[in-house]
């Protein structure tokens, strides 16, 4: 099953990816290409499976909420939600995911 997909009406403006379970859209084909991007979406695709996917979301809104409560702008609450700060952190590391432990992202730094 192909679960990268080139597609840009499911990705929000502005961003380059984004994963719903167990498919990853993308507006950029040469993505589909970068090892870096799609460590990224993997890391996402693991946490969305720990979380029973619904559980994902409900978190992942809620976290961006508080976050932008607090920053009061956008991207950078999106860059603080506990699920983007452990992809981020471990998307360069393409052998993060076969050494990573469950619920990792409750880990990361700080």
Do not use: C, S
């Amino acid at each position: 099953m192909k679960r990268f997909i080139v597609n840009k009406f499911f990705v929000p403006k502005g961003f380059a990816g984004i994963t719903l379970y167990p498919f990853v859209f993308t507006n950029n084909p040469r993505l589909l290409e970068d090892p870096q991007f799609i460590n990224h979406e993997r890391i996402h695709l693991a946490q969305q499976r720990e979380l029973l996917v619904i559980f994902f979301y409900i978190w992942y809104l809620i976290d961006f909420g508080i976050k932008y409560l607090k920053y009061k702008d956008k991207y950078r609450a999106y860059r603080n939600i506990i699920f983007e700060r452990e992809a981020y952190e471990n998307d360069n590391n393409l052998e993060y995911l076969k050494t990573r432990k469950l619920y990792a992202f409750l880990r990361g730094k700080r």
